[in-house]
Nanobody, 121 residues
Framework: QAPLVESGGGSVQAGGSLRLSCAAS??????MAWFRQAPGKEREKVAT???????AYADSVRGRFTISQDNAKTTLYLQLNALKPEDTAMYYC?????????????????WGQGTQVTVSS
């Protein structure tokens, strides 16, 4: 079991797009998620996807971001469209063994190192 490894972050102008990836070693997990943390702010949950493919999104990103996995569930993705300056943050992927995606961040058992997303106006 390798650690989660994010990639795909970068700097874009407002309205642009990025696709983040999180590589894993075929975790037998029920839920995977993306979190983000901006400087001086609390870490917040952005999106989740459970074993059955059900997704959920934070109100601030719903309709703009899309979470998905490959068929083998070895890679987690986050498509970020229509980016806004307030989306600027360090983005982390995480995984939980709970059968339903947990609310508490403490119930996510695996975390990546993060990838930076910066959006300029």
């Amino acid at each position: 079991q390798a650690p989660l490894v994010e990639s795909g972050g970068g700097s874009v102008q407002a309205g642009g797009s990025l696709r983040l990836s999180c590589a894993a070693s075929a975790f037998e997990t029920y839920c995977m998620a993306w979190f983000r943390q901006a400087p001086g702010k609390e870490r917040e949950k952005v999106a989740t996807i459970n074993l059955g493919g059900m997704t959920a999104y934070a109100d601030s990103v719903r309709g703009r971001f899309t979470i998905s996995q490959d068929n083998a569930k070895t890679t987690l993705y986050l498509q970020l469209n229509a980016l806004k300056p307030e989306d600027t943050a360090m983005y982390y992927c995480a995984a939980s063994a709970w059968p339903q995606c947990p609310i508490s961040q403490g119930d996510y058992h695996y975390w990546g190192q993060g990838t930076q997303v910066t959006v300029s106006s």
